[in-house]
C-alpha cells in the first residue's frame, strides 16, 4: 500500500527513490511606503494648513493656488455626516465658478473663504473644487479665526440672482432695476434656445431644462447681440395676460435681430398694433390662441396635456413651439390654425 503525505514525497517501491511534490514559488510581498516617510509628509501636510488656524479674526487678499485648494477640501472640509461644516456640494455651482475663472469674470470679493478659530473650513468649498480644477493660481478673499457658530448664519438671506448679477455689474446701460430683470428673462429665454447651463448646444425647437447657472457675462454678450430688438420690445411691450411671457418674446427677440422689418411686422400684428394685415395671419392666429388659452383657464376648463401640465417646463416649451411654428409660416407666407 503506497501513503500519500500533503506536501512531503512518497516512497516508489518499483523505483526505490523518492519523488517530491511541487511547491508554488513564494512571492515577496509589495513594499510600502516607510512609516517615517508617511509622518513626515503628514507633518509636512499639517505645517502647510496651520497657517489657516487662528485664535484672531482677520481677513486678507490671498492668492489660492490649485493644490491648495485640494489640500484643503481634503483635510479641512466636512459636508457629510452630523460633523458636517458646510453644505452637500452642488457640481453645477462649481461649473459655474469654474466658467467664471476661464472667462476672467472671477471677482475675489464675490465670496470668501472661511475658516473657524480651529481651522475648518466653514464656507468656500464651491469655490476651493473650482479653483481646484482650474490650473492657475486665483485671488481670494481669506478670513480666518470665525467664531465657532458661523456657519449656521452663512446664507440664510436670500440668494442673489441673475439678475441681481447682471444689474450690479452695470452693464447694460443706464436702464432701471424694474428693465434690467425684465431684459434678463428674455435674455435667458434667448440663451435657453441656443445652449444649455453646461453650454452644450440645445437641440433645434426646445430649451434647456435649466435657467439657472448662466454667467452674468454670457448674459450681457447676449443682450448685446439682441439688444435692439429687446428694447424695441420692451418699450412696446403688449399688457395683454401672457403676451409678454419669455417663452413667446424670445424667439420673436431672435427673429427680430435676424430680420428687424418682418420681426416688427409680426410683433405689431401679434399684440394688435398694426393698421394693415399681412399676407400671412400667424400673428394674428398666435394671438387667439393665447387668448383662448387664457380664457379657458381663468374658466377652470380642461386643457391639452400639450398646453398645460403640472411641470411649468412643458408649458414654456409648448409657447415656444407655437412661436417658432407662427414665425415659419409668417416668413413664408403661409396662413396657420389652431385647434381649440
Keep these: 500500500m503506497v501513503y500519500f503525505f500533503a506536501g512531503q514525497g512518497y516512497y516508489d517501491r518499483t523505483k526505490k527513490s523518492v519523488m517530491?511534490?511541487?511547491?508554488?514559488?513564494?512571492?515577496?510581498?509589495?513594499?510600502?511606503?516607510?512609516?517615517?516617510?508617511?509622518?513626515?509628509?503628514?507633518?509636512?501636510?499639517?505645517?502647510?494648513?496651520?497657517?489657516?488656524?487662528?485664535?484672531?479674526?482677520?481677513?486678507?487678499?490671498?492668492?489660492?493656488?490649485?493644490?491648495?485648494?485640494?489640500?484643503?477640501?481634503?483635510?479641512?472640509?466636512?459636508?457629510?455626516?452630523?460633523?458636517?461644516?458646510?453644505?452637500n456640494l452642488k457640481p453645477r455651482n462649481v461649473k459655474f465658478l469654474g466658467r467664471a475663472i476661464s472667462e476672467g469674470s472671477w471677482k475675489r470679493h464675490a465670496g470668501n473663504i472661511k475658516f473657524d478659530v480651529t481651522g475648518t473650513m466653514i464656507d468656500g468649498q464651491h469655490r476651493l473644487n473650482a479653483i481646484a480644477q482650474s490650473n492657475e493660481d486665483v485671488e481670494v478673499i481669506l478670513e480666518k479665526g470665525c467664531d465657532k457658530g458661523t456657519t449656521q448664519a452663512i446664507?440664510?438671506?436670500?440668494?442673489?440672482?441673475?439678475?441681481?448679477?447682471?444689474?450690479?455689474?452695470?452693464?447694460?446701460?443706464?436702464?432701471?432695476?424694474?428693465?434690467?430683470?425684465?431684459?434678463?428673462?428674455?435674455?435667458?429665454?434667448?440663451?435657453?434656445?441656443?445652449?444649455?447651463?453646461?453650454?452644450?448646444?440645445?437641440?433645434?425647437?426646445?430649451?434647456?431644462?435649466?435657467?439657472?447657472?448662466?454667467?452674468?457675462?454670457?448674459?450681457?454678450?447676449?443682450?448685446n447681440n439682441n439688444k435692439a430688438a429687446l428694447m424695441y420690445l420692451y418699450g412696446n411691450r403688449s399688457s395683454k395676460k401672457g403676451y409678454s411671457r419669455?417663452?413667446?418674446?424670445?424667439?420673436?427677440?431672435?427673429?427680430?435681430?435676424?430680420?428687424p422689418e418682418k420681426g416688427k411686422e409680426f410683433y405689431n400684428e401679434f399684440i394688435g398694433a398694426s393698421l394693415n394685415k399681412s399676407e400671412s395671419n400667424a400673428a394674428r392666429m398666435l394671438a387667439k390662441h393665447l387668448d383662448t388659452v387664457n380664457e379657458k383657464k381663468a374658466n377652470g376648463e380642461a386643457l391639452s396635456l400639450g398646453i398645460y401640465s403640472s411641470r411649468g417646463y412643458d408649458e414654456m416649451v409648448y409657447w415656444y413651439q407655437q412661436t417658432l411654428r407662427a414665425i415659419e409660416a409668417f416668413e413664408n407666407g403661409e396662413n396657420i390654425r389652431y385647434t381649440r
Aim: charged content about 25%; glycine content about 6%; some cysteine.
Design 246 to 259: 419669455p417663452a413667446v418674446l424670445s424667439p420673436i427677440a431672435s427673429f427680430m435681430t435676424r430680420n
Design 155 to 223: 446664507d440664510q438671506g436670500d440668494n442673489r440672482t441673475l439678475t441681481h448679477a447682471v444689474q450690479f455689474g452695470g452693464e447694460l446701460g443706464k436702464i432701471t432695476p424694474a428693465q434690467v430683470g425684465w431684459m434678463t428673462l428674455r435674455t435667458v429665454g434667448v440663451l435657453r434656445s441656443l445652449y444649455d447651463v453646461d453650454g452644450k448646444v440645445v437641440p433645434e425647437g426646445t430649451l434647456s431644462e435649466r435657467s439657472k447657472g448662466y454667467s452674468a457675462r454670457l448674459v450681457v454678450d447676449t443682450f
Design 20 to 87: 517530491k511534490t511541487i511547491r508554488k514559488a513564494k512571492v515577496a510581498s509589495p513594499k510600502v511606503a516607510s512609516l517615517k516617510a508617511r509622518v513626515t509628509e503628514l507633518a509636512q501636510r499639517a505645517e502647510q494648513l496651520d497657517k489657516f488656524t487662528s485664535s484672531a479674526w482677520s481677513a486678507e487678499v490671498y492668492k489660492m493656488s490649485p493644490k491648495e485648494a485640494q489640500l484643503i477640501l481634503l483635510e479641512r472640509n466636512c459636508n457629510k455626516g452630523i460633523d458636517a461644516t458646510n453644505r
